[in-house]
Protein backbone atom coordinates (compact mmCIF):
# COMPACT_ATOMS: atom_id res chain seq x y z
CA UNK A 1 0.00 0.00 0.00
CA UNK A 2 1.15 3.39 -0.68
CA UNK A 3 3.39 5.31 1.68
CA UNK A 4 4.32 9.05 1.32
CA UNK A 5 8.18 9.66 0.30
CA UNK A 6 9.08 13.09 1.85
CA UNK A 7 11.31 13.70 -0.61
CA UNK A 8 9.42 13.49 -4.04
CA UNK A 9 6.09 11.67 -4.60
CA UNK A 10 3.69 9.64 -2.89
CA UNK A 11 5.41 6.14 -3.45
CA UNK A 12 6.11 3.22 -1.66
CA UNK A 13 9.34 3.68 0.71
CA UNK A 14 10.45 0.04 -0.30
CA UNK A 15 10.65 1.62 -3.93
CA UNK A 16 13.31 3.91 -3.16
CA UNK A 17 16.87 2.73 -3.30
CA UNK A 18 18.30 5.73 -1.55
CA UNK A 19 17.68 9.89 -1.55
CA UNK A 20 20.66 11.80 -0.46
CA UNK A 21 20.00 14.80 2.16
CA UNK A 22 20.66 17.07 -0.77
CA UNK A 23 17.87 15.93 -3.01
CA UNK A 24 15.38 16.31 -0.06
CA UNK A 25 13.24 19.60 -0.73
CA UNK A 26 14.75 22.39 1.04
CA UNK A 27 12.65 24.05 4.42
CA UNK A 28 10.49 26.27 3.05
CA UNK A 29 10.88 29.81 4.26
CA UNK A 30 7.85 30.95 6.90
CA UNK A 31 7.60 33.65 4.96
CA UNK A 32 6.17 32.29 1.86
CA UNK A 33 4.22 30.29 3.66
CA UNK A 34 2.91 33.06 5.38
CA UNK A 35 2.20 35.10 1.52
CA UNK A 36 0.10 31.56 0.34
CA UNK A 37 -1.81 31.76 3.10
CA UNK A 38 -2.37 35.66 3.08
CA UNK A 39 -3.41 34.66 -0.46
CA UNK A 40 -5.83 32.55 0.05
CA UNK A 41 -7.54 34.47 2.96
CA UNK A 42 -7.84 37.37 0.48
CA UNK A 43 -9.31 35.38 -1.87
CA UNK A 44 -11.48 34.13 1.00
CA UNK A 45 -12.81 38.16 1.56
CA UNK A 46 -13.26 38.59 -2.07
CA UNK A 47 -15.81 35.65 -2.31
CA UNK A 48 -17.72 36.70 0.19
CA UNK A 49 -17.21 40.47 -0.85
CA UNK A 50 -21.11 41.10 -0.86
CA UNK A 51 -22.32 39.90 2.14
CA UNK A 52 -19.47 41.98 4.13
CA UNK A 53 -21.52 45.27 2.27
CA UNK A 54 -24.43 44.30 4.51
CA UNK A 55 -23.52 41.59 6.16
CA UNK A 56 -26.57 41.87 8.82
CA UNK A 57 -29.41 42.19 6.09
CA UNK A 58 -28.08 40.33 2.77
CA UNK A 59 -28.35 36.52 1.95
CA UNK A 60 -26.94 34.17 -1.04
CA UNK A 61 -28.64 35.21 -4.70
CA UNK A 62 -28.59 31.91 -5.29
CA UNK A 63 -29.64 29.64 -2.58
CA UNK A 64 -31.27 32.00 -0.06
CA UNK A 65 -32.81 29.87 1.89
CA UNK A 66 -29.46 27.34 2.32
CA UNK A 67 -27.86 30.80 3.47
CA UNK A 68 -30.85 31.13 6.05
CA UNK A 69 -30.83 27.79 7.18
CA UNK A 70 -26.99 27.66 7.79
CA UNK A 71 -27.26 30.65 9.64
CA UNK A 72 -29.76 28.67 11.68
CA UNK A 73 -27.76 26.13 12.32
CA UNK A 74 -24.85 28.50 13.93
CA UNK A 75 -27.59 29.88 16.28
CA UNK A 76 -28.25 26.03 16.75
CA UNK A 77 -24.71 25.49 18.24
CA UNK A 78 -24.66 28.66 20.44
CA UNK A 79 -27.79 27.80 21.52
CA UNK A 80 -26.64 23.59 22.40
CA UNK A 81 -24.01 25.15 24.26
CA UNK A 82 -25.70 27.45 26.07
CA UNK A 83 -28.40 25.46 27.47
CA UNK A 84 -26.21 22.13 27.35
CA UNK A 85 -28.78 20.53 25.03
CA UNK A 86 -27.95 17.44 22.95
CA UNK A 87 -26.91 18.95 19.94
CA UNK A 88 -28.00 15.91 17.87
CA UNK A 89 -31.86 17.03 18.01
CA UNK A 90 -33.40 20.07 18.77
CA UNK A 91 -37.25 21.14 19.43
CA UNK A 92 -36.68 24.73 18.42
CA UNK A 93 -38.13 24.37 14.50
CA UNK A 94 -40.68 21.53 12.86
CA UNK A 95 -41.94 21.57 16.69
CA UNK A 96 -43.70 19.43 18.15
CA UNK A 97 -41.81 17.18 16.46
CA UNK A 98 -38.36 18.60 16.40
CA UNK A 99 -35.22 17.96 14.12
CA UNK A 100 -33.17 15.38 14.20
CA UNK A 101 -29.47 17.05 13.37
CA UNK A 102 -27.56 14.12 12.33
CA UNK A 103 -29.74 13.21 9.95
CA UNK A 104 -29.28 16.71 8.47
CA UNK A 105 -26.49 18.54 7.41
CA UNK A 106 -25.57 20.25 10.43
CA UNK A 107 -21.94 21.24 10.56
CA UNK A 108 -21.85 20.80 14.31
CA UNK A 109 -18.25 20.35 14.06
CA UNK A 110 -17.99 23.54 13.58
CA UNK A 111 -21.04 25.68 15.05
CA UNK A 112 -20.37 23.74 18.71
CA UNK A 113 -16.62 24.82 18.59
CA UNK A 114 -17.46 28.42 17.53
CA UNK A 115 -20.10 28.84 19.47
CA UNK A 116 -18.55 31.35 21.56
CA UNK A 117 -18.10 33.30 18.21
CA UNK A 118 -21.65 33.36 17.34
CA UNK A 119 -22.90 34.07 20.68
CA UNK A 120 -20.39 37.32 20.90
CA UNK A 121 -21.09 38.35 16.96
CA UNK A 122 -24.17 36.71 15.75
CA UNK A 123 -25.18 34.22 13.25
CA UNK A 124 -24.77 36.55 9.92
CA UNK A 125 -21.51 37.70 11.25
CA UNK A 126 -20.39 34.22 11.78
CA UNK A 127 -21.81 32.38 8.23
CA UNK A 128 -19.83 35.44 6.21
CA UNK A 129 -16.73 35.36 8.16
CA UNK A 130 -16.75 31.19 8.49
CA UNK A 131 -17.26 31.10 4.78
CA UNK A 132 -14.59 32.65 3.64
CA UNK A 133 -12.48 30.83 6.35
CA UNK A 134 -13.11 28.09 5.32
CA UNK A 135 -12.13 28.27 1.70
CA UNK A 136 -9.02 29.71 2.58
CA UNK A 137 -8.64 26.98 5.31
CA UNK A 138 -8.79 24.40 2.71
CA UNK A 139 -6.50 26.20 -0.14
CA UNK A 140 -3.55 26.16 2.47
CA UNK A 141 -3.90 22.43 3.99
CA UNK A 142 -3.87 21.57 0.81
CA UNK A 143 -0.82 23.69 0.33
CA UNK A 144 0.73 22.22 3.32
CA UNK A 145 0.62 18.42 2.01
CA UNK A 146 2.11 20.02 -1.28
CA UNK A 147 4.87 21.46 -0.33
CA UNK A 148 5.77 19.35 1.87
CA UNK A 149 5.12 15.82 0.68
CA UNK A 150 4.68 16.20 -3.45
CA UNK A 151 6.13 19.08 -5.08
CA UNK A 152 9.14 20.82 -4.59
CA UNK A 153 8.25 24.00 -6.01
CA UNK A 154 6.36 26.62 -3.60
CA UNK A 155 4.80 28.14 -6.70
CA UNK A 156 3.29 24.58 -7.92
CA UNK A 157 2.28 23.96 -4.18
CA UNK A 158 0.50 27.68 -4.05
CA UNK A 159 -1.20 27.01 -7.69
CA UNK A 160 -2.49 23.45 -6.49
CA UNK A 161 -3.58 24.67 -3.10
CA UNK A 162 -5.59 27.80 -4.80
CA UNK A 163 -7.54 25.10 -6.80
CA UNK A 164 -8.45 22.61 -4.51
CA UNK A 165 -9.83 25.86 -2.14
CA UNK A 166 -11.31 27.85 -4.79
CA UNK A 167 -12.34 25.11 -7.73
CA UNK A 168 -15.36 26.56 -9.69
CA UNK A 169 -17.28 23.33 -8.20
CA UNK A 170 -16.43 24.76 -4.37
CA UNK A 171 -17.31 28.16 -4.89
CA UNK A 172 -20.62 27.50 -6.68
CA UNK A 173 -20.85 25.50 -3.38
CA UNK A 174 -20.15 28.28 -1.55
CA UNK A 175 -23.60 29.91 -2.60
CA UNK A 176 -25.46 29.14 0.54
CA UNK A 177 -23.85 25.29 1.65
CA UNK A 178 -20.90 26.06 3.40
CA UNK A 179 -20.54 22.13 4.22
CA UNK A 180 -18.88 21.43 0.84
CA UNK A 181 -16.25 24.59 1.49
CA UNK A 182 -15.36 22.86 4.75
CA UNK A 183 -12.67 21.14 2.75
CA UNK A 184 -9.75 21.61 5.28
CA UNK A 185 -9.67 18.09 6.47
CA UNK A 186 -9.75 16.16 3.49
CA UNK A 187 -6.04 17.08 1.79
CA UNK A 188 -4.71 15.57 5.86
CA UNK A 189 -7.10 12.48 5.58
CA UNK A 190 -5.85 11.83 1.67
CA UNK A 191 -2.35 12.25 3.05
CA UNK A 192 -2.75 10.00 5.98
CA UNK A 193 -4.49 7.33 3.97
CA UNK A 194 -1.02 7.32 1.57
CA UNK A 195 1.05 6.85 4.77
CA UNK A 196 -0.46 3.99 6.22
CA UNK A 197 1.71 1.45 4.84
CA UNK A 198 4.73 2.88 6.33
CA UNK A 199 6.32 0.42 9.04
CA UNK A 200 6.58 0.77 12.27
CA UNK A 201 4.28 3.40 12.64
CA UNK A 202 0.61 1.79 12.44
CA UNK A 203 -0.44 3.01 15.77
CA UNK A 204 -0.08 6.36 15.31
CA UNK A 205 -0.95 6.50 11.74
CA UNK A 206 -4.24 4.59 12.46
CA UNK A 207 -5.22 6.74 15.37
CA UNK A 208 -4.69 9.83 13.84
CA UNK A 209 -6.60 8.61 10.52
CA UNK A 210 -9.47 7.96 12.94
CA UNK A 211 -9.58 11.27 15.42
CA UNK A 212 -9.35 12.94 11.11
CA UNK A 213 -12.24 10.51 10.24
CA UNK A 214 -14.91 11.72 13.15
CA UNK A 215 -14.15 15.33 13.24
CA UNK A 216 -14.89 14.84 9.59
CA UNK A 217 -18.13 13.54 10.08
CA UNK A 218 -19.55 16.13 12.07
CA UNK A 219 -18.78 18.23 8.82
CA UNK A 220 -19.48 16.45 5.75
CA UNK A 221 -20.81 13.02 5.80
CA UNK A 222 -20.66 12.92 1.83
CA UNK A 223 -17.46 14.59 1.05
CA UNK A 224 -15.79 12.16 3.65
CA UNK A 225 -17.94 9.72 1.38
CA UNK A 226 -16.26 10.84 -1.62
CA UNK A 227 -12.62 11.17 -0.37
CA UNK A 228 -13.07 7.35 0.69
CA UNK A 229 -13.76 6.21 -2.78
CA UNK A 230 -11.29 8.76 -4.02
CA UNK A 231 -8.68 6.89 -1.51
CA UNK A 232 -10.31 3.46 -2.57
CA UNK A 233 -9.19 4.00 -6.16
CA UNK A 234 -5.84 5.46 -5.52
CA UNK A 235 -4.77 1.90 -3.58
CA UNK A 236 -6.37 -0.06 -5.94
CA UNK A 237 -4.56 1.39 -8.56
CA UNK A 238 -1.15 1.66 -6.81
CA UNK A 239 -1.80 -2.01 -5.85
CA UNK A 240 -1.91 -2.85 -9.78
CA UNK A 241 1.15 -0.36 -10.54
CA UNK A 242 3.27 -1.77 -7.73
CA UNK A 243 2.02 -5.18 -6.71
CA UNK A 244 5.19 -6.07 -4.72
CA UNK A 245 5.90 -2.81 -2.70
CA UNK A 246 1.90 -2.83 -2.28
CA UNK A 247 2.33 -7.07 -0.84
CA UNK A 248 5.10 -5.61 1.33
CA UNK A 249 3.14 -2.74 2.79
CA UNK A 250 -0.07 -4.42 3.28
CA UNK A 251 0.27 -5.56 6.67
CA UNK A 252 1.09 -2.48 8.46
CA UNK A 253 -1.83 -0.63 5.82
CA UNK A 254 -4.23 -3.25 7.01
CA UNK A 255 -3.26 -2.79 11.11
CA UNK A 256 -3.60 1.27 10.60
CA UNK A 257 -6.69 1.07 8.86
CA UNK A 258 -7.79 -1.53 11.59
CA UNK A 259 -6.86 0.79 14.02
CA UNK A 260 -8.22 3.85 12.67
CA UNK A 261 -11.98 2.90 11.62
CA UNK A 262 -12.22 0.74 14.72
CA UNK A 263 -11.11 4.56 16.25
CA UNK A 264 -13.55 6.43 14.86
CA UNK A 265 -16.27 3.87 14.92
CA UNK A 266 -16.45 4.27 18.69
CA UNK A 267 -16.10 8.07 18.72
CA UNK A 268 -19.07 7.90 16.43
CA UNK A 269 -21.17 4.89 17.02
CA UNK A 270 -23.91 6.86 19.43
CA UNK A 271 -24.27 10.02 16.61
CA UNK A 272 -24.13 7.60 13.83
CA UNK A 273 -26.88 5.17 15.40
CA UNK A 274 -28.95 8.37 16.91
CA UNK A 275 -28.74 10.00 12.59
CA UNK A 276 -30.16 6.20 11.44
CA UNK A 277 -32.60 5.55 14.27
CA UNK A 278 -33.21 8.23 16.48
CA UNK A 279 -36.40 10.39 16.53
CA UNK A 280 -36.96 11.94 13.37
CA UNK A 281 -35.05 9.60 11.62
CA UNK A 282 -35.62 8.37 8.00
CA UNK A 283 -34.59 6.12 4.98
CA UNK A 284 -33.77 7.25 2.17
CA UNK A 285 -35.09 9.94 0.35
CA UNK A 286 -38.54 10.26 -1.29
CA UNK A 287 -38.41 9.00 -5.06
CA UNK A 288 -34.75 9.07 -4.61
CA UNK A 289 -34.69 12.77 -5.64
CA UNK A 290 -31.02 13.29 -6.32
CA UNK A 291 -30.42 9.95 -8.53
CA UNK A 292 -30.83 11.78 -11.87
CA UNK A 293 -28.50 14.99 -11.29
CA UNK A 294 -25.62 13.65 -13.21
CA UNK A 295 -23.39 15.56 -15.07
CA UNK A 296 -23.52 17.40 -18.48
CA UNK A 297 -20.38 16.66 -20.33
CA UNK A 298 -20.37 20.25 -21.66
CA UNK A 299 -20.07 21.70 -18.39
CA UNK A 300 -16.39 20.09 -18.37
CA UNK A 301 -15.09 23.00 -20.82
CA UNK A 302 -17.77 25.80 -19.52
CA UNK A 303 -16.71 28.78 -17.65
CA UNK A 304 -18.55 28.82 -13.71
CA UNK A 305 -20.99 31.29 -13.52
CA UNK A 306 -19.03 32.86 -10.33
CA UNK A 307 -15.86 33.39 -12.31
CA UNK A 308 -14.38 36.10 -14.33
CA UNK A 309 -14.87 34.23 -17.31
CA UNK A 310 -18.37 32.88 -16.33
CA UNK A 311 -22.09 34.01 -17.85
CA UNK A 312 -24.69 32.97 -16.03
CA UNK A 313 -26.71 33.23 -18.98
CA UNK A 314 -25.12 29.51 -19.74
CA UNK A 315 -27.11 28.35 -16.95
CA UNK A 316 -30.21 28.70 -18.80
CA UNK A 317 -29.09 25.12 -20.74
CA UNK A 318 -26.65 23.55 -19.49
CA UNK A 319 -26.83 24.97 -15.61
CA UNK A 320 -29.88 22.86 -14.37
CA UNK A 321 -27.54 20.66 -12.20
CA UNK A 322 -25.20 21.73 -9.74
CA UNK A 323 -21.91 23.17 -11.33
CA UNK A 324 -18.93 21.21 -9.93
CA UNK A 325 -16.86 20.86 -12.99
CA UNK A 326 -17.61 23.94 -15.32
CA UNK A 327 -13.05 23.99 -15.26
CA UNK A 328 -13.15 26.19 -18.94
CA UNK A 329 -12.29 24.72 -22.45
CA UNK A 330 -8.44 25.94 -21.23
CA UNK A 331 -8.15 24.19 -18.01
CA UNK A 332 -9.71 20.65 -19.60
CA UNK A 333 -6.60 21.23 -22.38
CA UNK A 334 -3.78 21.75 -19.94
CA UNK A 335 -5.16 19.20 -17.86
CA UNK A 336 -5.18 16.61 -20.67
CA UNK A 337 -1.97 17.90 -22.04
CA UNK A 338 -0.33 17.87 -18.74
CA UNK A 339 -1.26 13.95 -18.10
CA UNK A 340 -0.31 13.27 -22.05
CA UNK A 341 2.98 14.26 -20.60
CA UNK A 342 3.64 13.30 -17.36
CA UNK A 343 1.57 9.90 -17.56
CA UNK A 344 4.57 7.88 -18.86
CA UNK A 345 7.26 8.93 -16.03
CA UNK A 346 5.00 9.89 -13.20
CA UNK A 347 3.03 7.17 -11.21
CA UNK A 348 1.28 9.84 -9.08
CA UNK A 349 0.20 11.07 -13.26
CA UNK A 350 -1.16 8.18 -13.42
CA UNK A 351 -3.14 7.59 -10.34
CA UNK A 352 -4.55 11.00 -11.35
CA UNK A 353 -5.14 9.90 -14.75
CA UNK A 354 -7.32 7.21 -13.16
CA UNK A 355 -9.28 9.16 -11.10
CA UNK A 356 -10.08 11.50 -13.49
CA UNK A 357 -11.61 8.70 -16.10
CA UNK A 358 -13.51 6.62 -13.23
CA UNK A 359 -15.15 10.06 -11.66
CA UNK A 360 -15.81 11.70 -14.93
CA UNK A 361 -17.65 8.46 -16.03
CA UNK A 362 -19.72 7.63 -12.60
CA UNK A 363 -21.33 11.57 -12.69
CA UNK A 364 -22.78 11.32 -15.32
CA UNK A 365 -25.87 9.56 -14.01
CA UNK A 366 -28.41 7.26 -15.70
CA UNK A 367 -28.25 9.13 -18.80
CA UNK A 368 -26.03 10.94 -20.75
CA UNK A 369 -26.40 14.76 -21.31
CA UNK A 370 -25.16 17.54 -23.19
CA UNK A 371 -25.59 20.61 -23.69
CA UNK A 372 -29.01 20.35 -21.34
CA UNK A 373 -29.69 17.97 -23.57
CA UNK A 374 -30.81 14.03 -22.18
CA UNK A 375 -29.66 12.03 -24.77
CA UNK A 376 -30.68 8.56 -25.47
CA UNK A 377 -27.63 6.93 -24.18
CA UNK A 378 -27.38 5.28 -20.73
CA UNK A 379 -24.76 6.64 -18.37
CA UNK A 380 -23.82 4.37 -15.44
CA UNK A 381 -26.24 5.40 -13.51
CA UNK A 382 -29.10 3.62 -14.98
CA UNK A 383 -27.94 0.29 -13.95
CA UNK A 384 -27.52 1.16 -10.59
CA UNK A 385 -30.49 0.57 -8.35
CA UNK A 386 -31.94 3.53 -6.32
CA UNK A 387 -33.26 1.97 -3.75
CA UNK A 388 -29.23 1.06 -2.57
CA UNK A 389 -27.99 2.07 0.94
CA UNK A 390 -26.03 5.57 0.29
CA UNK A 391 -26.67 5.49 -3.27
CA UNK A 392 -30.05 6.30 -3.37
CA UNK A 393 -28.73 9.51 -1.05
CA UNK A 394 -25.72 11.06 -3.44
CA UNK A 395 -26.13 13.26 -6.13
CA UNK A 396 -23.72 11.29 -9.42
CA UNK A 397 -22.95 15.00 -10.76
CA UNK A 398 -21.15 15.38 -6.84
CA UNK A 399 -19.00 12.77 -8.06
CA UNK A 400 -17.21 14.81 -9.84
CA UNK A 401 -15.91 16.71 -7.35
CA UNK A 402 -12.97 14.52 -6.99
CA UNK A 403 -12.08 15.21 -10.57
CA UNK A 404 -11.45 18.88 -9.23
CA UNK A 405 -9.52 17.52 -6.73
CA UNK A 406 -7.41 15.44 -9.20
CA UNK A 407 -7.51 18.50 -11.43
CA UNK A 408 -5.94 20.41 -8.67
CA UNK A 409 -3.03 17.98 -7.66
CA UNK A 410 -2.01 18.01 -11.49
CA UNK A 411 -1.57 21.27 -11.49
CA UNK A 412 1.03 21.25 -8.81
CA UNK A 413 2.62 18.33 -10.35
CA UNK A 414 2.97 20.50 -13.87
CA UNK A 415 3.79 23.55 -12.69
CA UNK A 416 6.34 21.74 -10.58
CA UNK A 417 7.88 19.60 -14.01
CA UNK A 418 8.03 23.22 -15.53
CA UNK A 419 9.97 24.29 -13.18
CA UNK A 420 12.50 21.96 -13.44
CA UNK A 421 12.69 21.82 -17.14
CA UNK A 422 15.49 22.82 -19.07
CA UNK A 423 17.23 23.72 -15.25
CA UNK A 424 20.88 22.26 -14.86
CA UNK A 425 20.99 19.41 -12.29
CA UNK A 426 23.75 19.71 -10.09
CA UNK A 427 25.03 16.80 -8.44
CA UNK A 428 23.26 13.01 -8.52
CA UNK A 429 19.40 12.56 -9.18
CA UNK A 430 17.33 9.67 -9.22
CA UNK A 431 16.79 7.61 -12.11
CA UNK A 432 14.95 4.88 -12.63
CA UNK A 433 16.10 1.24 -12.30
CA UNK A 434 14.37 -0.98 -13.51
CA UNK A 435 13.13 -4.60 -12.90
CA UNK A 436 11.99 -7.63 -14.08
CA UNK A 437 8.78 -7.79 -15.60
CA UNK A 438 8.02 -3.85 -14.66
CA UNK A 439 8.44 -0.77 -16.70
CA UNK A 440 10.80 1.75 -15.69
CA UNK A 441 9.46 5.20 -14.30
CA UNK A 442 10.50 7.92 -12.19
CA UNK A 443 8.55 7.37 -9.38
CA UNK A 444 10.03 3.35 -9.38
CA UNK A 445 13.08 2.27 -7.82
CA UNK A 446 15.42 4.52 -8.49
CA UNK A 447 19.29 4.43 -8.64
CA UNK A 448 21.54 7.39 -8.80
CA UNK A 449 23.80 8.96 -10.90
CA UNK A 450 25.72 12.00 -12.00
CA UNK A 451 23.66 14.92 -13.64
CA UNK A 452 24.01 15.87 -17.32
CA UNK A 453 24.74 19.61 -17.20
CA UNK A 454 21.61 20.60 -18.94
CA UNK A 455 18.90 18.95 -20.77
CA UNK A 456 19.19 22.00 -23.27
CA UNK A 457 14.97 22.84 -22.89
CA UNK A 458 14.60 26.10 -20.78
CA UNK A 459 11.69 26.83 -23.05
CA UNK A 460 9.55 24.62 -21.68
CA UNK A 461 9.48 26.40 -18.27
CA UNK A 462 7.69 29.67 -19.49
CA UNK A 463 6.00 27.77 -21.80
CA UNK A 464 4.89 25.81 -18.99
CA UNK A 465 3.92 28.69 -16.66
CA UNK A 466 1.92 30.33 -19.14
CA UNK A 467 -0.20 28.14 -20.35
CA UNK A 468 -1.05 26.92 -16.71
CA UNK A 469 -1.16 30.25 -15.91
CA UNK A 470 -4.00 31.27 -18.93
CA UNK A 471 -6.07 28.25 -18.07
CA UNK A 472 -6.31 29.40 -14.09
CA UNK A 473 -7.39 33.06 -14.58
CA UNK A 474 -10.89 32.93 -16.09
CA UNK A 475 -11.18 30.90 -13.11
CA UNK A 476 -11.09 33.25 -10.61
CA UNK A 477 -13.44 33.65 -8.46
CA UNK A 478 -15.94 36.56 -8.46
CA UNK A 479 -17.76 38.18 -5.30
CA UNK A 480 -20.40 35.84 -5.05
CA UNK A 481 -23.88 37.56 -5.83
CA UNK A 482 -25.98 38.46 -2.45
CA UNK A 483 -29.21 40.08 -2.12
CA UNK A 484 -31.09 42.02 0.61
CA UNK A 485 -33.38 40.28 2.81
CA UNK A 486 -35.72 42.28 5.36
CA UNK A 487 -34.95 42.39 8.93
CA UNK A 488 -36.95 40.68 11.53
CA UNK A 489 -39.35 42.96 13.17
CA UNK A 490 -38.55 45.12 16.04
CA UNK A 491 -41.19 43.18 17.78
CA UNK A 492 -39.04 40.13 17.66
CA UNK A 493 -35.45 41.25 17.96
CA UNK A 494 -36.14 43.29 20.52
CA UNK A 495 -38.04 40.46 22.54
CA UNK A 496 -41.96 42.26 22.29
CA UNK A 497 -42.65 38.52 21.89
CA UNK A 498 -41.58 37.11 25.65
CA UNK A 499 -44.69 37.85 27.61
CA UNK A 500 -46.77 35.61 24.86
CA UNK A 501 -44.58 32.59 24.26
CA UNK A 502 -44.80 31.14 28.00
CA UNK A 503 -42.44 28.17 28.15
CA UNK A 504 -43.53 24.78 26.21
CA UNK A 505 -45.61 27.22 23.76
CA UNK A 506 -44.62 28.06 20.42
CA UNK A 507 -44.45 31.28 18.57
CA UNK A 508 -46.63 30.48 15.17
CA UNK A 509 -44.76 33.37 12.36
CA UNK A 510 -47.11 34.12 9.33
CA UNK A 511 -46.00 32.18 6.60
CA UNK A 512 -44.82 29.32 8.47
CA UNK A 513 -41.46 28.37 7.52
CA UNK A 514 -40.61 25.78 4.64
CA UNK A 515 -38.00 24.91 2.43
CA UNK A 516 -40.13 27.14 -0.40
CA UNK A 517 -42.23 29.51 1.70
CA UNK A 518 -41.30 31.13 5.17
CA UNK A 519 -37.55 32.11 4.38
CA UNK A 520 -37.96 35.63 6.80
CA UNK A 521 -39.56 33.84 9.52
CA UNK A 522 -36.84 31.04 9.93
CA UNK A 523 -34.28 33.67 10.15
CA UNK A 524 -36.72 35.22 13.11
CA UNK A 525 -35.81 31.94 14.97
CA UNK A 526 -31.99 32.22 14.16
CA UNK A 527 -31.60 36.19 14.94
CA UNK A 528 -33.02 35.75 18.06
CA UNK A 529 -30.49 32.96 19.20
CA UNK A 530 -33.64 30.59 19.02
CA UNK A 531 -35.15 31.47 22.32
CA UNK A 532 -38.90 30.55 21.05
CA UNK A 533 -39.63 27.59 19.05
CA UNK A 534 -41.51 27.32 15.82
CA UNK A 535 -43.77 25.18 13.17
CA UNK A 536 -42.22 23.77 10.24
CA UNK A 537 -38.71 24.83 8.75
CA UNK A 538 -36.33 23.87 6.49
CA UNK A 539 -34.93 20.53 6.24
CA UNK A 540 -35.32 17.14 6.00
CA UNK A 541 -37.70 14.32 8.22
CA UNK A 542 -39.51 11.34 7.44
CA UNK A 543 -43.01 11.23 5.60
CA UNK A 544 -45.75 8.24 7.35
CA UNK A 545 -43.72 5.63 5.05
CA UNK A 546 -40.54 6.76 6.74
CA UNK A 547 -38.80 8.25 3.64
CA UNK A 548 -36.95 11.36 4.07
CA UNK A 549 -39.41 14.71 3.03
CA UNK A 550 -38.00 17.88 2.72
CA UNK A 551 -39.68 19.71 5.11
CA UNK A 552 -42.23 19.26 7.78
CA UNK A 553 -46.01 17.69 6.26
CA UNK A 554 -48.23 20.32 5.77
CA UNK A 555 -50.89 20.95 8.20
CA UNK A 556 -54.55 21.98 6.55
CA UNK A 557 -53.66 25.32 7.92
CA UNK A 558 -50.56 25.88 6.45
CA UNK A 559 -51.59 24.31 3.37
CA UNK A 560 -54.28 27.35 2.99
CA UNK A 561 -51.54 30.12 4.12
CA UNK A 562 -49.13 29.18 1.64
CA UNK A 563 -52.36 28.85 -1.55
CA UNK A 564 -53.27 32.23 -0.49
CA UNK A 565 -49.80 33.76 -0.87
CA UNK A 566 -49.38 31.96 -4.32
CA UNK A 567 -52.60 33.11 -5.62
CA UNK A 568 -52.78 36.99 -4.06
CA UNK A 569 -56.32 36.26 -2.74
CA UNK A 570 -58.55 34.88 -0.03
CA UNK A 571 -60.63 31.83 -0.68
CA UNK A 572 -64.27 31.86 0.73
CA UNK A 573 -63.41 30.59 4.48
CA UNK A 574 -65.76 27.67 6.16
CA UNK A 575 -66.39 27.23 9.75
CA UNK A 576 -64.32 23.91 8.84
CA UNK A 577 -61.46 25.63 7.77
CA UNK A 578 -61.59 27.62 11.09
CA UNK A 579 -61.87 24.49 13.16
CA UNK A 580 -59.05 22.87 11.76
CA UNK A 581 -57.39 26.24 12.62
CA UNK A 582 -57.51 25.94 15.99
CA UNK A 583 -56.58 22.02 15.71
CA UNK A 584 -53.95 23.26 13.87
CA UNK A 585 -52.39 25.68 16.52
CA UNK A 586 -52.78 23.08 19.26
CA UNK A 587 -50.56 20.76 17.53
CA UNK A 588 -48.11 23.35 17.16
CA UNK A 589 -48.51 24.55 20.33
CA UNK A 590 -49.27 27.49 19.49
CA UNK A 591 -49.78 30.54 21.82
CA UNK A 592 -49.14 33.59 19.54
CA UNK A 593 -49.72 34.39 15.68
CA UNK A 594 -47.61 37.06 14.35
CA UNK A 595 -47.34 38.72 10.98
CA UNK A 596 -44.64 41.15 10.15
CA UNK A 597 -43.83 42.96 7.25
CA UNK A 598 -44.36 40.81 3.99
CA UNK A 599 -44.52 41.41 0.12
CA UNK A 600 -48.52 39.54 0.93
CA UNK A 601 -48.79 41.32 4.07
CA UNK A 602 -52.26 42.44 3.49
CA UNK A 603 -53.80 39.33 2.17
CA UNK A 604 -51.92 36.89 4.55
CA UNK A 605 -53.95 39.56 7.15
CA UNK A 606 -56.95 38.70 5.58
CA UNK A 607 -56.86 35.57 5.78
CA UNK A 608 -55.72 35.13 9.32
CA UNK A 609 -58.61 37.25 10.70
CA UNK A 610 -60.64 35.51 8.86
CA UNK A 611 -59.75 32.16 10.71
CA UNK A 612 -58.43 33.83 14.16
CA UNK A 613 -60.63 36.98 14.37
CA UNK A 614 -59.17 40.45 14.57
CA UNK A 615 -55.61 40.97 15.06
CA UNK A 616 -53.99 43.47 17.54
CA UNK A 617 -51.40 45.96 16.53
CA UNK A 618 -48.28 45.43 19.01
CA UNK A 619 -44.76 47.09 17.59
CA UNK A 620 -44.35 46.56 13.77
CA UNK A 621 -46.71 43.08 13.64
CA UNK A 622 -49.76 42.15 13.83
CA UNK A 623 -50.61 39.50 16.60
CA UNK A 624 -53.35 36.84 17.29
CA UNK A 625 -52.93 36.37 20.39
CA UNK A 626 -54.20 32.33 20.27
CA UNK A 627 -53.80 31.05 23.76
CA UNK A 628 -57.67 31.53 24.86
CA UNK A 629 -58.89 29.47 21.36
CA UNK A 630 -56.44 26.62 22.52
CA UNK A 631 -56.15 26.62 25.93
Given at each position: MPVVDPSLNPVAEADLVEVRPSLRPRRRPARADLLALGAYVLLGVLVCLNYWGDVQGRVSSHLPTDHSWFEWLFAHGAYSVRHLENPLFTARQN???????????????????????????????????????????????????????????????????????????????????????????????????????????????????????????????????????????????????????????????????????????LLTAYPIWFQFNGPQSYRGLQGGVFHNWGEDLAAFVTFARDTVAGDPAVEQTIGLTEQNTWFGWPLVLVALTALVLLVRRSLVARILAVLVVV??????????????????????????????????????????????????????????????????????????????????????????????????????????????TLAVLPLVP???????????????????????????????????????????TLRWSALTGQEFPVPGGYFIGPNEKGEGVFGAPNRPTSTLIYSTMDSGTVPPLTDENRRQAVEDLRWWRGSVVVLGAHPREAVLRELMTGLLGPPQRVDDVWLWDVRPLVG
Open positions: APDGVNMMANTSLLGVTLPLAPLTMLLGPQVMYALYLGGALAATAGTSYWVLSRHLVRSRAAAFVGGAFLGFAPGIVHHANGQPNFVSNFLLPLIVLRVLRLGEPGRWRRNGLVLGLLVAYQIFINEEMLLLTALACLVVVLTYAVQRPRAAWAAAGPFAAALGVGGGLALFSVAAIGPRVRLGGVETGVYGPWHYISDDLPLVEMMMPTRLTLVVAGAVGVLLALAWDAASRAGRPAAGRVRVPAQRTGEPADADGPSSEVAAPASTGRRWLRPVGYAAIRPLPAQPVDPPPHFITAGGWRPYVPAGRTLVPVPIPSNVHGLP
